[in-house]
T-cell receptor, first 113, second 115 residues
């Protein structure tokens, strides 16, 4: 699976958009970009994923650059409950990727009042 | 619908003992994965089961094993416990044949302390 690079920490004011970047320059054509978050002492929570098109769901938006070498997770109106570690993961759909999410260190997002 | 259920939530064991952790996936999910989370190593993949077959395995010693039953419930076993096995053990499940079209749903984990 391709390696990802994320900033170790970011701050955001409550109510503002949080934009979390991720670099994945070695991503291959059949690999997806996944975003998960983990609130302290809980299991990771799936947020969103995409292959090459931008995606949006009730939680967030995912913007993937045209060359697919980087992406941005957008939380449109951050709340205090969004304070968590956010993981950007690149993974294939089968074979050696079955069940395997390679978690890096992630980005600690702190939302301030 | 019910989420991924892991039991027990907390466990204290002595070095040298063995332990079995249980995971009940979301109803209908056939893929179950296990992860170990420690402060030093972060989240690391242990293994994945689908329809009672292990399809993928991480880089852990043979003391770590697992199995999946016909109802998709899964157990993992750690034999000859070491202090370094103290960790949060997480289970995750997904529908379909793999993660390509779905995200994984994680349980709350089992906190294992080895003394």
């Amino acid at each position: 699976d391709a390696k990802t690079t994320q900033p170790p920490s970011m701050d955001c004011a409550e109510g503002r958009a949080a934009n979390l970047p991720c670099n994945h320059s070695t991503i291959s054509g059949n690999e997806y970009v996944y975003w998960y978050r983990q609130i302290h002492s809980q299991g990771p929570q799936y947020i969103i994923h995409g292959l090459k098109n931008n995606e949006t769901n009730e939680m967030a938006s995912l913007i993937i650059t045209e060359d697919r070498k980087s992406s941005t997770l957008i939380l449109p109106h951050a709340t205090l409950r969004d304070t968590a570690v956010y993981y950007c993961i690149v993974s294939g759909a089968g074979g050696t990727s079955y069940g395997k999410l390679t978690f890096g260190q992630g980005t600690i997002l702190t939302v301030h009042p | 619908k019910a989420g991924v259920t892991q039991t027990p939530r907390y466990l204290i064991k002595t070095r040298g003992q063995q332990v079995t952790l249980s995971c009940s996936p979301i109803s209908g999910h056939r893929s179950v994965s296990w992860y170990q989370q420690t402060p030093g190593q972060g989240l690391q993949f242990l293994f994945e089961y689908f329809s009672e077959t292990q399809r993928n395995k991480g880089n852990f010693p043979g003391r770590f094993s697992g199995r999946q039953f016909s109802n998709s419930r899964s157990e993992m076993n750690v034999s000859t416990l070491e202090l370094g096995d103290s960790a949060l053990y997480l289970c995750a499940s997904t529908g379909g044949f793999g993660q390509g079209a779905y995200g994984y749903t994680f349980g709350s984990g089992t906190r294992l302390t080895v003394v």
